[in-house]
């Protein structure tokens, strides 16, 4: 009977697996599978999950952060209502389900992240650029919108701050995730995660379907004047494509090839836009304040992306209605 019963509890704390849960393990069994026998890199359980507890400790700060401040503005006319909020955010039925948000957050990033890093391996000799430069430009009546952002806005000073901002993408990203994640209600986190979680499954197919450089890496010669006025996007870019290009030869030379996960190279779509609308468009009906903040953030990145050459203007697109998709479907499966 006691069994029975602690049985009981523990299903009413952890739940049923989500919908959302089991599309990212799903995601997670068929690109190991890709990976070991298309890609043909023996890649095991312990490296491809090595960088899931630092991720964990990452977003939990944040996690924690969101709580605080969340209990701050409930205790805005009483401090009371503040130190209730906070103490029911360490209850163990919510505490579990913050560290379930928590666990399939890390999950997805290692996922996503190592299945974008061995598309050169995934899909060799595949890229799109050509087909996604043409769409672009006749999309915008025959004008690169890259060039023409470039000629409207030639002022090295603006493209120098850009490059801070643009840096600073992860975390404007996880401080959303940290403010929404930390919400008492298991539905509206749940809501939340299913969405955002979506955003990168979606995005990373797209990038297996639709493989791409971007035009820093293709047209080149057209980003060299705001690639030196943004020093720190053109490091990484210089990495990004060092690491590319050790993945590219990976099977002539095996021996002593470190693949770095975070350093995998994609263009279409734009999950820098897409993460940041999804953000938006979630706080749309939940707070103004962050509504137009996350929307500000979002056109600042879309032009920060097109202007260096990190993506076609049509990957921006394409991200923003992900974003939307994603919004649609946390709130319905969430």
Not at 137 to 166: C, E, I, K, M
Request: hydrophobic residues 55%; glycine residues 8%; contains cysteine.
């Amino acid at each position: 009977m006691v069994i029975a019963a602690g049985s009981r509890t523990l299903r009413g704390r952890v739940g049923h697996l989500r919908l959302y849960e089991a599309l990212v393990l799903a995601d997670f069994l068929i690109v190991l599978w890709l990976i070991r026998r298309r890609a043909g890199v023996a890649l095991g359980l312990p490296r491809i999950l090595a960088d899931v507890p630092a991720f964990a400790y990452f977003a939990a700060g944040f996690l924690f952060a969101g709580l605080v401040l969340r209990s701050v503005w409930a205790g805005r006319r009483s401090p009371r209502r503040a130190w209730i909020r906070f103490r029911a955010a360490f209850r163990p039925p919510a505490l579990v389900d913050v560290a379930r948000f928590l666990v399939l957050l890390s999950f997805t990033s290692c996922v996503y992240t190592w299945f974008k890093v061995m598309l050169p391996l995934l899909r060799p000799g595949v890229l799109f650029d050509g087909t996604l430069y043409r769409l672009e430009t006749a999309l915008h009546f025959g004008v690169n919108p890259g060039r023409f952002l470039q000629a409207l806005f030639p002022y090295s000073t603006l493209w120098r701050a850009l490059d801070g901002w643009y840096g600073w993408f992860i975390y404007t990203v996880i401080a959303g995730v940290g403010f929404f994640g930390s919400a008492l209600s298991r539905r509206e986190r749940a809501r939340f995660a299913a969405g955002f979680s979506l955003v990168w499954l979606l995005g990373s197919w797209i990038y297996f379907a639709l493989p791409a450089l971007g035009p820093c890496y293709i047209l080149k010669d057209d980003y060299a004047d705001v690639r030196a006025s943004m020093p720190g996007q053109s490091a990484v870019m210089d990495a990004l494509y060092a690491n590319y290009g050790r993945v590219r030869a990976f099977h002539r030379h095996p021996e002593g090839t470190d693949i770095l996960p975070y350093f995998g190279i994609a263009a279409m779509p734009s999950l820098h836009v897409a993460a940041q609308a999804f953000l938006a468009l979630f706080a749309r009906r939940r707070s103004r304040i962050l509504f137009f903040a996350y929307a500000l953030a979002t056109a600042l990145t879309l032009f920060t992306a097109v202007v260096s050459g990190w993506h076609y203007a049509i990957d921006a697109y394409a991200g923003l209605v992900l974003a939307w998709l994603c919004v649609r479907f946390g709130e319905r499966f969430g």
